[in-house]
């Protein structure tokens, strides 16, 4: 993975100094909460309902074994001892103290982390594919693209006061494991005539307008994607509404616009752009991905794995993918375990995965979009002790991509935009199908639930979508069916009425026995739903 | 006129700047002023009579003013360029960079705190002035 030069130390540990001056003014009354909130936003810092909320970028969410434990060390003293894991791959601690703040982006610095760019109106955390180097269907690692995007997003100064925030993510397999349409700027690594390049997508996006982003660019060479990013953003930021911020992401100016005037308008901009010799030359993405060559796979292993211990073999299946490399797995570790909250895990839980970490997989770790974490390269024989140390520690649940691997916000409990809980919902669903068998027997069903509009719970790209809103007072929640994030992103259509909080876990559950009723062999409940239609739901939970 | 921190050898500009719209019109002035969602390609053909540009951002979270400024330097523009209105020390070295020269902030800046937040970024990642070495050039020699 990638390892800071000195110039990267700098840059971060300056963060850091432009922080604690920052908030040195704020709590001395030099910056009124007024000036200070921008400050702050750049740099992760939410005023919450009960508390300030820090949210830690980890880019394109990697990490190693150290920095992993940096974020327990920080639960454990400057938190309640635990930690969320995020949609955006990143981790987010409830209840920061501002005082404290300065001296977490120090700790963080001392491993080559931070929280820079990750809230405000900037260029977000890049996001990445979780299976990024291990994946056999991937033309490259997406890593030091993402890396490189990193770097140059990282203190923009045109950029810093975008119309809204601005979301990038980059994968390089057709296989879609990062939600890649529904970012602002989508980047699919591609290779054509044997030279790898970018397929660009832009306007994707959740939130009150869910929209699947257009594809703007069939491809762009890899020692010109900064410039053409650079124009698709310098286009935004002099176009982009600012007059309401709800309609102030790109995926409403490139609608308003139309696709083909917004690329027209990128083109031309793009073609300056290009003169300026601002793209960084191809040595400097050689230098990155020189960090993320394969580790020393052994070779030669046995790709048997012992399946005696039936509950191992249970978890073999749900968790453990394949990889590129003879005699080594891909193992998913679920950060939803039954009555938890989605991606929270404790100081000792995160401790424990690091250790594992680097202990059995090259001291590398992967967060998912999906609030999961990832051990990239273990040795299948080291599969059955992973197992017991995960299974000991409450982090042995076998879910992956079933109803009860929910995505959800925070919500209501922690979050002051949220209109709903979404934290209770998810743990009753939880609840209505702890039934391993009946999880199973129903298959890969993604259920995700926002707690508002805003939507960071992706319930637009849910098989199964729940999105909480206030109804005169009382909190309502309505069902969605139908949307993906993958490859085949589609959105969520809303089936009726919405649901008491006990009415939509009933809602769910009838509609996954309409799935179970009608499904043809092969069928997961999106295909189900997809050839169906709505209405046999529709029947079922308003009939 | 208020205070105007500048960057350059010359003395501030005193002229008065016209709006875009004006400015088409008045083949003889020196000084305009740029709003928010005006485009400032519009001034290219003119730039040899110019010597001052202002960039009005009456609200700093509106960063259009960023675009334009790197815009006029792109296109050669040497004379002075001011940010005018709500302006922060925070945000003075990105301006700087996108090829702001002088300031004219709304509210005062402590001079300290703008000398210290001036000098705390040791390098830049991004090429965005000419004159700039991002980082990838200074490793890559």
Known sequence: MYVY?????????????????????????????????????????????????????IPYGTLSGRQMKMLAHIARKYDKDYGHFTTRQNIQYNWIKLEDAPDILADLASVEMHAIQTSGNCIRNISSDQYAGVAADEVADPRPWAELLRQWSSFHPEFS???????????????????????????????????????????????????????????????????????????????????????????????????????????????????????????????????????????????????????????VDSQ????????????????????????????????????????????????????????????????????????????????????????????????????????????????????????????????????CINACGHHHAGHIGILGVDRKGTEN??????????????????????????????????????????????????????????????????? | MADVITFHDDVASEEPAVSVDCFAGQTNATAVRIEPGEDARVLLPDLGRLSLVEVNFPAFGDGRGYSAARILREAGYKGELRAVGDVLADHIPLMRRCGFDSFAPRAPVDPAVLEATLARYPEVYQKVAESERPIWSLRHG
């Open chain 1, 320 to 451: 453990v993918v394949a990889h590129k490399q003879p005699g080594y797995a891909i193992v998913n570790i679920s950060l939803k375990p039954l009555a938890g909250i989605p991606g929270d895990a404790s100081s000792a839980q995160i401790d424990l995965i690091a250790d594992i970490a680097e202990k059995y997989s090259f001291d590398e770790l992967r967060v998912t979009h999906a609030q999961n974490i990832v051990l990239a390269s273990v040795k299948k024989a080291d599969l059955y002790t992973i197992w017991q140390q995960l299974h000991d520690a409450g982090l042995g649940e076998a879910n992956l991509d079933l109803v009860t691997d929910i995505i959800a916000c925070p919500g209501l409990d922690y979050c002051s935009l949220a209109n709903a809980r979404s934290i209770p919902v998810a743990q009753k669903i939880a609840q209505r199908f702890a039934d391993p068998v009946k999880q199973r027997d129903i298959g890969e069903l993604k259920l995700k639930i926002s707690g």
């Open chain 1, 477 to 543: 929640y309505q069902l969605l069916l139908g949307g993906s994030g993958a490859e085949d992103a589609s959105l969520g259509k809303i089936v009726g009425p919405g649901f008491d909080e006990d009415g939509i876990v009933d809602a769910v559950e009838k509609a996954t026995d309409v799935y179970l009723a009608q499904r043809q062999t092969g069928e997961r409940f999106l295909d189900t739903y997809r050839r169906i239609g709505m209405n046999p739901f529709k029947e079922a939970i308003y009939g």
């Open chain 1, 5 to 57: 030069d000195k110039y990267d130390q700098a840059m971060v540990d300056a963060r850091v100094a432009d922080f604690r001056d920052q908030t040195r003014r704020r709590l001395s009354g030099e910056l009124t909460e007024e000036q200070f909130r921008p400050l702050r936003l750049m740099n992760g810092l939410y005023l919450q309902l009960h508390a300030y909320m820090l949210r830690v970028a």
């Open chain 1, 161 to 315: 006061y975008l119309p809204r925030k601005f979301k990038i993510c980059v994968i390089a397999s057709a296989e879609d494991r990062a939600a890649m349409r529904l970012h602002d700027i989508g980047i699919e690594l591609v290779e054509r005539d044997g030279v790898i390049g970018a397929k660009v997508f832009a306007g994707g996006g959740m939130g009150r307008t869910p929209i699947v982003g257009p594809e703007i660019k069939d491809f762009v060479a890899e020692d010109e994607i900064i410039s053409y990013v650079e124009a698709c953003l310098r286009v935004y930021n002099r176009y982009g509404r600012r007059d309401n911020k709800y309609k102030a992401r790109i995926k409403i100016l490139v609608s308003e616009l139309g696709v083909e005037e917004y690329k027209r308008q990128v083109e031309e901009e793009w073609a300056h752009m290009k003169t300026l010799g601002i793209d960084p030359p191809t040595a400097e993405l050689d230098r990155i991905r020189a960090h993320f060559v394969d580790p020393a796979y052994e070779t030669g292993l046995s790709d048997a794995i012992d399946r005696s211990d039936p509950d191992f073999a249970l978890w």
